[in-house]
């Protein structure tokens, strides 16, 4: 069966973006009330500083992160809560690990 595309993309894809882009913003939902650099993200998901420097752009692109702060090294990302997508992501986030836990 062939797969509907929006925009040219998977419908998955087109608004969570790519795997890494989920790792990323799993990791942010994880740390929901904390903001993180992308030296933090890196290590968190173990993906390449390069992989995180695009998640984090797709992520800020769709509104999902926002940057909180930057200091003389570092810029802050954290999980956008004002996001209307927000609570439906979290809502499917939070039944998805139940479901996880209660299997």
Known sequence: MKQK???????????????????????FFLGEN?????????????????????????LLDKNLI?????????KYFQINKKNNKYNLLHLIYKKIAQDVINS
């Not at 595309?5 to 990791?27: A, M, S, Y």
């Open 5 to 27: 595309l929006l925009l040219g993309k998977p419908l998955f894809e087109n608004v969570f973006g790519t795997n890494n882009t989920i790792k990323v913003l799993d990791f």
């Open 66 to 74: 926002v940057q909180t702060r930057e200091d003389d090294k570092s």
């Open 34 to 58: 904390f903001d993180f650099t992308i030296t933090q993200i890196h290590k968190g998901t173990g993906l390449s500083r390069t992989a995180v420097r695009n998640a984090i752009k797709d």
